[in-house]
Protein backbone atom coordinates (compact mmCIF):
# COMPACT_ATOMS: atom_id res chain seq x y z
CA UNK A 1 0.00 0.00 0.00
CA UNK A 2 1.67 3.36 -0.78
CA UNK A 3 1.29 6.42 1.19
CA UNK A 4 -1.50 8.29 -0.73
CA UNK A 5 -3.43 4.76 -0.44
CA UNK A 6 -2.78 4.96 2.93
CA UNK A 7 -4.17 8.59 3.22
CA UNK A 8 -6.99 8.00 1.00
CA UNK A 9 -7.93 4.51 3.24
CA UNK A 10 -8.13 7.11 6.59
CA UNK A 11 -9.81 9.78 5.24
CA UNK A 12 -12.51 11.46 6.70
CA UNK A 13 -16.13 11.93 4.64
CA UNK A 14 -18.65 14.16 5.13
CA UNK A 15 -21.62 11.84 3.81
CA UNK A 16 -23.25 11.42 7.05
CA UNK A 17 -22.25 10.87 11.24
CA UNK A 18 -23.09 7.19 10.60
CA UNK A 19 -19.73 6.87 8.77
CA UNK A 20 -17.62 7.12 11.40
CA UNK A 21 -16.24 4.30 14.14
CA UNK A 22 -16.21 4.91 17.73
CA UNK A 23 -14.06 6.65 20.12
CA UNK A 24 -11.56 4.58 22.28
CA UNK A 25 -14.07 5.13 25.33
CA UNK A 26 -17.06 2.84 23.75
CA UNK A 27 -14.03 0.52 22.53
CA UNK A 28 -12.84 -0.17 25.93
CA UNK A 29 -15.91 -0.12 27.14
CA UNK A 30 -17.53 -3.26 24.41
CA UNK A 31 -14.13 -4.76 25.48
CA UNK A 32 -14.76 -5.17 29.17
CA UNK A 33 -18.26 -6.14 28.78
CA UNK A 34 -17.19 -9.76 26.45
CA UNK A 35 -15.19 -10.62 29.60
CA UNK A 36 -17.27 -13.60 30.56
CA UNK A 37 -20.75 -14.46 30.85
CA UNK A 38 -23.57 -12.38 31.74
CA UNK A 39 -27.27 -12.69 31.65
CA UNK A 40 -29.05 -12.37 28.10
CA UNK A 41 -31.95 -10.01 27.28
CA UNK A 42 -31.22 -6.92 29.06
CA UNK A 43 -30.73 -8.74 32.35
CA UNK A 44 -27.19 -8.02 32.35
CA UNK A 45 -25.86 -4.82 34.88
CA UNK A 46 -24.80 -3.19 31.90
CA UNK A 47 -28.08 -2.64 31.03
CA UNK A 48 -29.65 -1.50 34.29
CA UNK A 49 -26.94 0.98 34.71
CA UNK A 50 -27.32 2.46 30.84
CA UNK A 51 -31.00 2.65 31.62
CA UNK A 52 -30.46 4.28 34.94
CA UNK A 53 -27.99 7.02 33.24
CA UNK A 54 -30.43 7.70 30.86
CA UNK A 55 -33.40 7.31 32.83
CA UNK A 56 -31.33 10.55 35.02
CA UNK A 57 -30.61 12.58 31.98
CA UNK A 58 -34.26 13.58 31.30
CA UNK A 59 -35.01 13.92 34.90
CA UNK A 60 -36.20 10.42 36.49
CA UNK A 61 -39.40 9.35 36.55
CA UNK A 62 -40.16 8.43 33.04
CA UNK A 63 -38.90 4.09 31.27
CA UNK A 64 -36.06 3.68 29.02
CA UNK A 65 -35.83 0.69 26.96
CA UNK A 66 -32.29 -0.22 24.81
CA UNK A 67 -33.10 -1.12 20.80
CA UNK A 68 -30.34 -1.53 18.29
CA UNK A 69 -31.29 1.32 15.43
CA UNK A 70 -32.60 3.92 14.90
CA UNK A 71 -35.53 2.91 13.01
CA UNK A 72 -36.61 0.31 15.53
CA UNK A 73 -36.49 3.42 18.23
CA UNK A 74 -39.09 5.38 15.79
CA UNK A 75 -41.22 2.41 14.45
CA UNK A 76 -41.39 0.63 17.98
CA UNK A 77 -41.98 3.61 20.29
CA UNK A 78 -45.07 4.64 17.67
CA UNK A 79 -46.30 1.25 17.74
CA UNK A 80 -46.89 2.00 21.61
CA UNK A 81 -48.45 5.07 20.32
CA UNK A 82 -50.68 4.07 17.58
CA UNK A 83 -53.82 1.54 16.32
CA UNK A 84 -54.02 1.01 13.06
CA UNK A 85 -56.52 2.72 11.95
CA UNK A 86 -54.96 6.06 12.92
CA UNK A 87 -52.12 8.65 11.56
CA UNK A 88 -49.11 10.34 12.46
CA UNK A 89 -48.39 13.88 11.56
CA UNK A 90 -45.23 14.85 10.40
CA UNK A 91 -42.92 17.08 8.12
CA UNK A 92 -42.46 15.87 4.77
CA UNK A 93 -38.94 15.40 5.21
CA UNK A 94 -38.89 13.69 7.97
CA UNK A 95 -36.82 10.24 8.64
CA UNK A 96 -39.74 8.35 9.17
CA UNK A 97 -41.48 9.36 5.95
CA UNK A 98 -38.74 9.21 3.94
CA UNK A 99 -35.48 6.97 4.47
CA UNK A 100 -37.23 4.28 6.25
CA UNK A 101 -38.85 2.04 3.81
CA UNK A 102 -41.93 2.44 5.17
CA UNK A 103 -41.47 0.69 8.34
CA UNK A 104 -43.87 2.70 10.32
CA UNK A 105 -46.95 1.73 8.01
CA UNK A 106 -45.71 -1.59 7.50
CA UNK A 107 -45.44 -2.32 11.37
CA UNK A 108 -48.34 -0.47 12.85
CA UNK A 109 -51.03 -0.10 10.14
CA UNK A 110 -51.56 3.60 10.59
CA UNK A 111 -50.56 6.32 8.09
CA UNK A 112 -47.49 9.19 7.98
CA UNK A 113 -49.68 12.36 6.80
CA UNK A 114 -46.68 14.72 5.48
CA UNK A 115 -47.08 18.33 6.49
CA UNK A 116 -45.48 21.20 5.20
CA UNK A 117 -42.23 22.25 6.70
CA UNK A 118 -39.75 25.81 7.48
CA UNK A 119 -36.03 24.30 6.90
CA UNK A 120 -37.17 20.95 8.05
CA UNK A 121 -39.72 22.02 11.10
CA UNK A 122 -43.71 21.79 11.71
CA UNK A 123 -45.14 24.38 13.52
CA UNK A 124 -48.92 24.31 15.50
CA UNK A 125 -50.16 26.62 13.53
CA UNK A 126 -50.51 24.88 10.41
CA UNK A 127 -51.38 21.66 11.74
CA UNK A 128 -55.10 22.72 11.92
CA UNK A 129 -56.26 21.39 8.47
CA UNK A 130 -54.92 17.99 8.97
CA UNK A 131 -56.96 17.83 11.54
CA UNK A 132 -60.36 17.39 9.75
CA UNK A 133 -60.57 13.75 9.17
CA UNK A 134 -61.57 13.55 13.03
CA UNK A 135 -64.40 11.62 13.46
CA UNK A 136 -65.02 10.60 9.96
CA UNK A 137 -64.77 6.58 9.73
CA UNK A 138 -63.76 6.54 6.49
CA UNK A 139 -60.37 8.24 7.13
CA UNK A 140 -57.44 7.53 9.30
CA UNK A 141 -57.54 9.23 12.52
CA UNK A 142 -54.68 11.74 13.64
CA UNK A 143 -53.13 10.30 16.70
CA UNK A 144 -49.58 11.26 17.36
CA UNK A 145 -47.42 14.68 16.25
CA UNK A 146 -43.61 13.58 15.20
CA UNK A 147 -40.77 15.97 15.19
CA UNK A 148 -37.06 15.25 14.16
CA UNK A 149 -34.63 17.18 16.76
CA UNK A 150 -32.76 18.21 15.23
CA UNK A 151 -34.54 18.10 12.40
CA UNK A 152 -32.87 16.50 8.79
CA UNK A 153 -32.40 19.59 7.31
CA UNK A 154 -29.85 20.67 10.41
CA UNK A 155 -32.07 23.25 12.01
CA UNK A 156 -33.58 23.28 16.10
CA UNK A 157 -36.68 23.43 17.46
CA UNK A 158 -36.73 25.81 19.87
CA UNK A 159 -37.95 24.95 23.36
CA UNK A 160 -41.48 27.61 22.91
CA UNK A 161 -41.73 25.64 19.47
CA UNK A 162 -41.77 22.30 20.71
CA UNK A 163 -43.66 23.42 24.05
CA UNK A 164 -46.46 24.70 21.20
CA UNK A 165 -46.75 21.83 19.51
CA UNK A 166 -47.26 20.24 22.87
CA UNK A 167 -49.81 22.27 23.69
CA UNK A 168 -51.74 21.79 20.17
CA UNK A 169 -51.24 17.79 20.91
CA UNK A 170 -53.09 18.28 24.36
CA UNK A 171 -55.83 20.78 22.93
CA UNK A 172 -56.71 18.17 20.11
CA UNK A 173 -56.18 14.67 21.82
CA UNK A 174 -53.10 14.13 20.04
CA UNK A 175 -49.32 12.47 21.53
CA UNK A 176 -46.11 14.09 20.56
CA UNK A 177 -43.28 12.19 19.62
CA UNK A 178 -39.67 13.15 18.90
CA UNK A 179 -37.34 11.19 16.78
CA UNK A 180 -33.94 12.37 18.64
CA UNK A 181 -31.58 10.62 16.05
CA UNK A 182 -29.14 13.55 16.75
CA UNK A 183 -31.02 14.58 20.28
CA UNK A 184 -26.60 15.16 21.69
CA UNK A 185 -25.87 17.99 18.97
CA UNK A 186 -29.44 19.47 19.73
CA UNK A 187 -28.37 19.98 23.22
CA UNK A 188 -24.95 21.28 22.69
CA UNK A 189 -26.25 23.75 19.99
CA UNK A 190 -29.15 24.74 22.44
CA UNK A 191 -27.03 24.85 25.70
CA UNK A 192 -29.70 23.31 27.31
CA UNK A 193 -30.07 19.65 29.69
CA UNK A 194 -32.08 17.29 27.46
CA UNK A 195 -35.12 17.03 29.60
CA UNK A 196 -35.59 20.51 29.24
CA UNK A 197 -36.56 20.27 25.71
CA UNK A 198 -38.12 17.07 25.90
CA UNK A 199 -39.97 15.63 29.08
CA UNK A 200 -40.39 19.49 30.37
CA UNK A 201 -41.70 20.66 27.07
CA UNK A 202 -44.77 17.47 26.37
CA UNK A 203 -42.98 14.99 24.38
CA UNK A 204 -44.51 11.53 25.25
CA UNK A 205 -42.11 9.11 23.75
CA UNK A 206 -38.87 9.65 22.19
CA UNK A 207 -36.07 8.35 20.12
CA UNK A 208 -32.97 8.93 21.85
CA UNK A 209 -30.11 8.62 19.05
CA UNK A 210 -26.84 7.33 20.02
CA UNK A 211 -24.86 5.48 16.89
CA UNK A 212 -24.64 9.36 15.36
CA UNK A 213 -23.00 10.43 18.55
CA UNK A 214 -20.48 7.47 18.53
CA UNK A 215 -21.40 4.72 19.77
CA UNK A 216 -21.42 1.48 16.92
CA UNK A 217 -25.17 0.48 17.58
CA UNK A 218 -28.00 1.33 19.62
CA UNK A 219 -30.57 3.83 20.49
CA UNK A 220 -33.39 3.86 23.27
CA UNK A 221 -36.60 4.55 23.35
CA UNK A 222 -37.81 6.81 26.33
CA UNK A 223 -40.95 7.19 27.32
CA UNK A 224 -42.03 10.54 29.61
CA UNK A 225 -46.11 8.84 29.65
CA UNK A 226 -45.38 6.11 31.43
CA UNK A 227 -48.50 4.53 31.02
CA UNK A 228 -47.80 4.47 27.10
CA UNK A 229 -44.93 2.10 27.77
CA UNK A 230 -47.12 -0.73 29.58
CA UNK A 231 -46.87 -2.67 26.82
CA UNK A 232 -43.66 -2.19 25.12
CA UNK A 233 -41.59 -5.50 26.43
CA UNK A 234 -43.83 -7.29 24.16
CA UNK A 235 -43.46 -4.84 21.77
CA UNK A 236 -40.10 -4.84 21.39
CA UNK A 237 -39.88 -8.22 21.43
CA UNK A 238 -42.25 -9.04 18.64
CA UNK A 239 -40.82 -6.34 17.19
CA UNK A 240 -37.88 -8.21 16.75
CA UNK A 241 -35.73 -5.58 18.66
CA UNK A 242 -35.09 -7.62 22.32
CA UNK A 243 -31.33 -8.19 21.78
CA UNK A 244 -29.64 -11.42 23.69
CA UNK A 245 -26.39 -10.37 24.19
CA UNK A 246 -28.02 -6.22 25.51
CA UNK A 247 -25.27 -5.67 27.92
CA UNK A 248 -23.23 -4.29 24.79
CA UNK A 249 -25.63 -2.00 23.80
CA UNK A 250 -25.58 -1.11 27.64
CA UNK A 251 -21.90 -1.05 28.17
CA UNK A 252 -22.13 1.31 24.74
CA UNK A 253 -24.58 3.68 26.54
CA UNK A 254 -22.58 4.02 29.84
CA UNK A 255 -19.38 4.61 28.43
CA UNK A 256 -20.97 7.22 26.56
CA UNK A 257 -23.56 9.11 28.89
CA UNK A 258 -20.91 9.09 32.01
CA UNK A 259 -18.40 11.89 32.14
CA UNK A 260 -20.31 14.01 29.58
CA UNK A 261 -18.67 12.24 26.42
CA UNK A 262 -21.78 13.12 24.31
CA UNK A 263 -21.65 16.16 25.09
CA UNK A 264 -18.12 16.34 23.79
CA UNK A 265 -19.01 14.59 20.61
CA UNK A 266 -21.51 16.11 19.92
CA UNK A 267 -20.20 20.20 20.53
CA UNK A 268 -16.96 18.70 18.51
CA UNK A 269 -19.00 17.82 15.80
CA UNK A 270 -21.24 21.15 15.46
CA UNK A 271 -17.83 23.18 15.81
CA UNK A 272 -16.60 21.41 12.81
CA UNK A 273 -19.48 21.91 10.95
CA UNK A 274 -19.99 25.82 12.15
CA UNK A 275 -16.05 25.53 10.89
CA UNK A 276 -17.00 24.18 7.84
CA UNK A 277 -19.71 26.53 6.82
CA UNK A 278 -17.56 29.48 7.63
CA UNK A 279 -15.13 28.03 4.65
CA UNK A 280 -17.32 27.01 2.49
CA UNK A 281 -18.85 30.77 2.85
CA UNK A 282 -15.46 32.54 1.24
CA UNK A 283 -15.66 30.14 -1.95
CA UNK A 284 -17.65 32.16 -4.87
CA UNK A 285 -20.10 29.97 -6.58
CA UNK A 286 -20.92 27.92 -3.19
CA UNK A 287 -24.81 28.49 -1.94
CA UNK A 288 -25.43 28.17 1.57
CA UNK A 289 -29.16 26.27 1.83
CA UNK A 290 -30.19 26.21 5.25
CA UNK A 291 -29.05 27.43 8.86
CA UNK A 292 -26.15 25.53 10.29
CA UNK A 293 -27.47 25.07 13.93
CA UNK A 294 -25.97 21.33 14.51
CA UNK A 295 -23.52 19.29 12.71
CA UNK A 296 -25.09 19.67 9.32
CA UNK A 297 -24.27 21.68 6.48
CA UNK A 298 -26.48 22.48 3.45
CA UNK A 299 -25.16 23.60 -0.04
CA UNK A 300 -25.25 23.75 -3.57
CA UNK A 301 -21.89 24.02 -5.25
CA UNK A 302 -21.65 24.13 -9.49
CA UNK A 303 -22.44 21.68 -10.96
CA UNK A 304 -19.09 20.38 -12.60
CA UNK A 305 -17.50 20.94 -9.77
CA UNK A 306 -19.61 17.91 -7.99
CA UNK A 307 -17.29 14.96 -9.65
CA UNK A 308 -14.40 16.49 -8.38
CA UNK A 309 -15.33 16.95 -4.91
CA UNK A 310 -16.62 13.60 -4.62
CA UNK A 311 -13.16 11.78 -6.64
CA UNK A 312 -11.45 13.06 -2.95
CA UNK A 313 -14.59 13.56 -0.62
CA UNK A 314 -17.70 11.34 -0.08
CA UNK A 315 -20.61 13.00 0.47
CA UNK A 316 -24.67 12.88 -0.31
CA UNK A 317 -26.78 14.97 -3.12
CA UNK A 318 -29.86 14.86 -1.76
CA UNK A 319 -31.97 16.64 -4.90
CA UNK A 320 -30.07 16.22 -7.78
CA UNK A 321 -32.46 18.61 -9.67
CA UNK A 322 -31.57 21.32 -7.80
CA UNK A 323 -27.97 19.95 -6.72
CA UNK A 324 -28.29 20.02 -2.96
CA UNK A 325 -25.59 18.56 -0.78
CA UNK A 326 -25.43 17.55 2.69
CA UNK A 327 -22.77 17.77 4.82
CA UNK A 328 -22.10 15.96 7.84
CA UNK A 329 -19.08 16.51 10.33
CA UNK A 330 -18.92 13.84 13.28
CA UNK A 331 -17.59 13.33 16.85
CA UNK A 332 -13.70 12.43 14.69
CA UNK A 333 -14.15 14.93 12.41
CA UNK A 334 -10.81 17.36 12.51
CA UNK A 335 -9.88 20.70 11.60
CA UNK A 336 -7.36 19.59 9.06
CA UNK A 337 -10.27 17.66 7.60
CA UNK A 338 -12.38 20.44 6.75
CA UNK A 339 -9.25 22.96 5.86
CA UNK A 340 -8.64 19.73 4.00
CA UNK A 341 -12.47 19.18 2.16
CA UNK A 342 -12.66 23.59 1.39
CA UNK A 343 -9.40 23.51 -0.18
CA UNK A 344 -10.61 20.90 -2.72
CA UNK A 345 -13.83 22.68 -3.15
CA UNK A 346 -12.19 25.88 -4.03
CA UNK A 347 -10.05 24.05 -6.60
CA UNK A 348 -13.24 22.41 -8.07
CA UNK A 349 -15.07 25.62 -8.45
CA UNK A 350 -12.22 27.42 -9.93
CA UNK A 351 -12.42 24.61 -12.38
CA UNK A 352 -8.56 23.38 -11.06
Known sequence: MTAKDRKDKANRHFASDNWAGAPPEIMKALALANAGHAPAYGADEWTARAVKLIEKQF????????????????????????????????????????????????????????????????????????LLAAG??????????????????????????????SRFARKHGLRLHMDGARLANAAAALDSPLRDFTRAAGVDVLSFGGTKNGILFGEAVVFFDKNLA????????????????????????????????????ARHANAMAALL???????????????????MVWC????????????????????????????????????????????VVKQAVDGK
Request: proline share 5%.
Open 230 to 265: KDFPWIRKQGLHLMSKMRFIGAQFEALLRDDLWLRN
Open 277 to 295: RAQLEKIPGVEICFPTDIN
Open 300 to 343: RFPERAIPKIQKRFSFHIEDPATRMARLVTSFDTSKADVMDFAA
Open 136 to 165: NQHQSQPAVISVTQATERGTLYSIDEIRAL
Open 59 to 130: GGNCLAFLVSNGTAANVLGLSAMLKPHQSVLCSSVAHILVDECGAVEKCTGARLDPVPHMNGKIMAQTLEPF
